[in-house]
């Protein structure tokens, strides 16, 4: 019963030097490691942190468009981003839901100087959530004539933002990296959050030990 399912399904076309063009199922890049999250050897951890690292979503239908550039001793990177999505999805405690994002778009921009790199990314969409275990609830409302308390539990094309911000510093032989995200509901049948994460660590030959 094995059932592929693909992150990454896109062309893409190197306009310029420096830029470069991307159309199909792309990665949503709301972190500093989303790229290679499931590449487990790419970070210290087992897994990320989970605190930090929770969108049930991790990639979208659309196209981007990723400017590389250097201004002096800084690199520089920004990627515009723009789709759609949809997916069965769980938001923890076996809470199921539908969930439909639309005009899902972003920017995220990334800079770095020798060992320094520094991330912000802000991304945004009109959110639509059928949450399986509130559909009888929320039928019952309508039928006793509470449609406004049934709408309080309805979640159809409410905007949801979602900041990150992170940095990272990397020498060699120590690092240290954080990040901090904040998520935002205009229907509070999600909840609004902010999480955040400081990891340190020493390299000594074969071996990396590490605090988060």
């Keep these: 019963d094995y059932d592929a399912e693909f992150e990454w399904a896109y062309v893409s076309y190197q306009a310029t030097e420096d830029l470069q063009i991307r159309m199909g ?4 890049p709301f972190y500093m490691l989303s790229d290679y999250l499931e590449v487990g050897y790419a970070y210290p951890w087992l897994s990320p942190p989970r605190e ?3 969108l049930p ?4 239908e659309g ?3 990723i400017y590389s550039f250097t201004t002096g001793d800084w690199d520089q990177s920004i990627q515009v981003y723009f789709g759609a999505h949809a997916s069965d999805v769980s938001f923890g405690g076996g809470v199921e839901s539908e969930l439909e994002l639309d005009s899902f778009g972003g920017v995220a921009w990334t800079i770095g100087y020798e060992d320094l790199t520094l991330r912000a990314g802000y991304h945004r969409a009109d959110l639509t959530a059928e949450i399986a275990d ?3 609830l929320i039928g019952a409302l ?3 004539g509470l449609q406004e308390t049934a709408d309080d539990l309805t979640t159809d094309q409410k905007e949801a933002e979602f900041l990150s911000l992170g940095v990272s510093y ?4 120590w690092f240290v990296r954080a990040e901090y995200t904040e998520t935002e509901f205009e229907k509070q049948v999600l909840q609004d959050n902010s999480t955040w994460y400081v990891l340190g660590g020493v390299r ?3 071996f990396t030990f590490h605090l988060t």
């Design 142 to 144: 309508e039928s006793v």
């Design 25 to 28: 199922r792309i990665r949503a």
């Design 52 to 54: 930090v690292y929770s």
């Design 57 to 60: 979503i991790t990639s979208l």
């Design 63 to 65: 196209a981007d468009v």
């Design 134 to 136: 509130l559909v009888p």
């Design 170 to 173: 990397d020498p060699g032989s």
């Design 204 to 206: 000594m030959g074969e």
